[in-house]
């Protein structure tokens, strides 16, 4: 990666991390010195085959060397949640524990975010989408709770409506609680970066195969539409593409 992208990626206010579960891309991880955190959830894990939760949990965090990681709870009534997000907390002062916002009953998971916040837990709230979840999120948290609210962006983009404003307002309303960090969630282009940096975002999460189209940042469009065109041709000359075109007859 060139040298002047790094420089801009690390100048950055809002910060990057690396949402898998791929433990081989984890511990490529340092290369990348603009990489602050790491997150993952029990999907990812299970599209990188991962059998062993904790025995996963404890290789990633061997592997991101001091690095924020975010882990999340599997279980789905309240209080197996919380005992799961309990025990969690203990692997490391690095670990972030990830609580969806509801359960999937669509039970409303504030009562043991409050009591995990209270314990000193670091929590990551996730699958947030909406301003009332917001809203019923603040009152978990006083001014010096540490966490993290993960608002799903690129999700509610996915539903045709633009989440720049949402986030915005989000931020505005976290300024009160100045360790409660907004993560920019589902990244779709490498735009989104500039989205979150603009809007107000303390983070914005980025896949590991999102990582290396970093390379393409401030390209120039003539060089990059040249290089499209290569590739094209490059394909169909590899696969070794023919037409065999009619013969013209002469007027």
Known sequence: METKTIEWLQSLKVKIYSDGADLASIEQLPKYAFVKGVTTNPSLMRKAGVTDYEVFAREALSLVKGLPISFEVFADDLSSMEAQATYIASWGTNVNVKIPVTN??????????????????????????????????????????????????????????????????????????????????STREILNIFHAEDAGCDIITVSPDFLKKLNTLGKNLDDFSQETVLMFFKDATAVGYTIDLPVMEQA
Do not use: Y
Not at 125 to 145: G, H
């Open 104 to 185: 999937s009953k669509g039970e409303f998971c504030g009562p043991i975010i409050k009591r995990l916040v209270a314990r000193g837990v670091h929590v990551n709230v996730t699958a947030i989408m909406t301003m009332r979840q917001i809203k019923q999120l603040l009152p978990c948290f006083s001014s010096d709770s540490r966490a993290i609210l993960s608002v799903f962006a690129g999700r509610i983009a996915d539903t045709g409506r633009d989440p720049i404003p949402l986030m915005k307002e989000i931020a505005a309303l976290l300024t009160e609680l100045p360790n409660v960090e907004l993560l920019w969630a």
